[in-house]
């Protein structure tokens, strides 16, 4: 079978592509072939389907209705090979598609490490559906959970197990949780949430060998020598991009899939987006992966925009994180631990339950962290974007009640307008 527009992978960006092909072209042949147990659910929501707070159905961001409305062949098989000379994918089932444009939407795996004293099966990830089933199934019988990591993943999991009853353990090499994306009061902040909630936080700690306890109880053995008891174990490193297939394609591959701005890889009729490919972080000035949603979203549509003909530019992302874990609301954005010299300016209101942080550069705001009032989130954003100079008015960036009002004349009226 040949299709005019193939797209591996079915998540955030494969709906944006299809999405915007649509728009511009409404009789192309398109196909998406995803190796999920379905295509089109938010995997943000995973932590909820397994804290009980959503089912699948609240999950799916796109109906399976919006695949056949917009006349998509969807394909439940994996890819396993590409052959960029003749435009053609091999299927792990043993089939063949033939394509005139590709478009690699195919994400992350999970990052695991070795670990002695267990086998590979009974190391458990949480980046997918089916991992949160699996979890999910084992918890009847698990009540000590240990989660090694503390990013994202790992924070999340915790949250999701301490509704579900669990104790949990979470354990996290670097000193401090989210460590990539907070500063160190807030991430002391959120250790002492997490810590009211029942979680035990081990941070600066690795898990050196696992034994076996009797049953399924494992008992970990950490690197400084205290011990712990599981009854199961939760790998929540991290997510690397998955560039094998790409490379084995012969096509160009830094950390991540390397594209231009119109998400064109180094071969012109493939192209790629999301957590698999490196975008521009204006906030960083460099081009890197960015695992975010939004940033699969906005970079899909454009990949389908140029493979349906439309000349389209994505002008570029950076991280931020908006969560709410053990109800803290956090929002982050841009540079959060500069390592070069910067103004950085804070508030901290402990009666209120609140932490802001800006850093600045040459007058610029190149990031930010809001956690418990997070309501400016969406104007320093603006003012960072866009590359405003706030000197004249820094002394309000973190004022309770900063807002429109306090900007000067002729940047309040630029915002009004844009």
């Not at 796109?62 to 052959?83: G, Q, T, Y």
């Not at 939407?105 to 086998?119: H, R, S, V």
Request: proline fraction near 4%; charge should be neutral.
């Amino acid at each position: 079978m040949r299709f005019e527009h193939l797209i591996v992978g079915g998540s955030a960006g494969a709906v944006s592509a299809v999405e915007a092909i649509r728009s511009v072209d409404k009789g192309a042949s398109i196909a998406v072939v995803y190796d999920e147990e379905v295509p089109g659910y938010s995997r943000p929501l995973i932590p909820h389907f397994l804290a009980g707070e959503l089912g699948l159905d609240g999950m799916m961001f796109r109906s399976m209705e919006f695949w056949s409305k917009n006349r998509v062949r969807l394909i439940h098989d994996a890819v396993v090979e590409v052959d960029p000379d003749d435009r053609v994918v091999k299927l792990a089932g043993g089939g063949r598609l033939e394509y005139g444009r590709m478009l690699l939407a195919i994400g992350g795996e999970p990052i695991t490490p070795e670990l002695e004293g267990i086998d590979r099966e009974e190391l458990y990830t949480f980046t997918t559906l089916e991992d949160a089933e699996r979890i999910s199934t084992r918890l009847s019988e698990a009540h000590r959970v240990a989660v090694i990591g503390g990013g994202f993943i790992g924070i999340s999991l915790a949250e999701a197990l301490t509704k579900r009853g669990k104790k949990v353990i979470l354990i996290e090499l670097k000193p401090r949780v989210l460590s990539q994306a907070l500063d160190e009061r807030a991430s002391r902040i959120l250790e002492g949430k997490m810590a009211k909630a029942g979680v035990e936080v081990l941070t600066g700690r690795a898990v050196a060998a696992v034994h076996r306890e009797g049953g399924r109880t494992l008992r970990l053995e950490l690197d400084n020598g205290e011990k712990r008891l599981s009854d199961l174990l939760v790998a929540a490193i991290g997510v690397k991009p998955k560039v094998h297939l790409a490379e084995e394609a012969g096509i160009a591959v830094n950390s991540g899939i390397t594209v231009d701005e119109a998400m064109r890889t180094s071969i012109p009729e493939i192209y790629a987006c999301g957590d698999v490919a490196e975008v521009y972080d204006f906030a960083h000035g460099l081009h890197r992966p960015l695992a975010l949603w939004p940033v699969a979203r906005g970079s899909g549509k454009i990949a389908g925009y140029n493979m349906a003909g439309l000349e389209a530019l994505y002008e570029g992302a950076t991280a931020m994180n908006a969560m709410n874990y053990f109800n803290a609301p956090i929002i982050t954005a841009g540079l959060v631990n500069p390592k070069s010299p910067h103004l950085v300016l804070s508030r901290l209101d402990e009666r209120g339950g609140s932490y802001s942080r800006i850093v600045l550069k040459d007058g610029l705001i190149v990031g930010f962290t809001l956690l418990g009032e997070v309501e400016q989130a969406g104007l320093l954003l603006y003012l960072m974007r866009r590359r405003i100079d706030v000197r004249r008015f820094k002394g309000k960036l973190l004022h309770p009640q900063f807002g429109l009002s306090a900007l000067p004349q002729k940047v309040r009226r630029e915002v009004l307008w844009k």
